[in-house]
């Protein structure tokens, strides 16, 4: 009877529609309680790097608070889009996985995930034990800004994948994903040039030393 039921409603399209309606609030508000967390973190470490100040005992409980929103969004976000994609595909067939769209959201939000690992098992624990980004080696340094800057860039990306429907079947998966590396590199390169700003200009004020290098010397 149960069984029955449930195969009723499923078949019912306006239920469905209810049914995706619910699911796709949900997946928007992982998404923006992510990007909000993630967004007002960067804020908070920008304003550090041109204070050039290393980070407190707050920052450091305030990072493992957003490493674990942003988990948790992350799987928010896995759970309501594949329900998403199972309505779809009981609408529209296996040919609903051929919208580049939706194959160019399904990459970001897989390398999302694989970057979130690596931020939780190499980059988190290295900033926890020196205290500070600043404080890190060059590599683990270089590794924590350039997984940060992939995951701002990729958290804003899957969002604008998400809601651009009018890009649904125009363009080509290579065309989509065309901008994404590229901003990586710009934001890669950004946040390297200002952290390595930062490090010369903390370690100027603490030997003393009255002329802090500018940006540009870096």
Same mark, same amino acid.
């Given at each position: 009877?149960?069984?029955? #039921?449930?195969? %009723? !409603? ?29 967004? %007002?973190?960067?804020?908070? #470490? ?18 493992? /608070? ?5 988990? =948790?969004?992350?799987?928010?976000? =896995? ?19 051929? @919208? ?14 694989? @970057?979130?690992? *690596? ?13 500070? !980004?600043?404080? !890190? ?9 350039? /997984?940060?800057?992939?995951? &701002? ?9 998400? *809601?651009?429907?009018?890009?649904? =079947? ?6 989509? #994903? ?6 990586? *590199? ?20 603490? @030997?003393?030393?009255?002329? &802090? ?6």
């Amino acid at each position: 009877m149960g069984f029955s #039921m449930i195969s %009723t !409603l499923l078949a019912d399209k306006q239920f469905l529609e209810f049914l995706r309606l619910g699911i796709v609030y949900s997946h928007l508000i992982a998404c923006c309680v992510a990007i909000g967390s993630v967004v %007002t973190s960067d804020i908070a #470490m920008v304003r550090q790097l041109f204070k050039a100040e290393r980070c407190s005992e707050r920052d450091a409980h305030d990072l493992t /608070s957003l490493q674990k929103t942003v988990s =948790w969004s992350l799987l928010m976000l =896995w759970v309501t889009g594949f329900a998403i994609i199972g309505i779809d595909l009981v609408d529209k067939g296996l040919v609903y996985f051929e @919208n580049p769209k939706l194959q160019a959201k399904i990459a970001v939000v897989m390398l999302l995930t694989l @970057n979130g690992f *690596v931020l939780h098992s190499a980059v988190l624990p290295a900033v926890q034990r020196v205290g500070s !980004l600043l404080d !890190l080696s060059v590599g683990m340094r270089t590794l924590a800004v350039f /997984s940060g800057a992939f995951s &701002a860039v990729s958290w804003f990306y899957a969002a604008m994948l998400g *809601v651009g429907r009018p890009l649904a =079947w125009k363009y080509s998966l290579l065309e989509l #994903m065309a901008a994404y590396p590229l901003l990586i *590199v710009v934001g890669f390169i950004s946040m390297m040039l200002l952290t390595q700003w930062s490090k010369k200009t903390l370690e100027a004020r603490e @030997n003393g030393w009255d002329k &802090a290098p500018d940006v540009a010397s870096a």
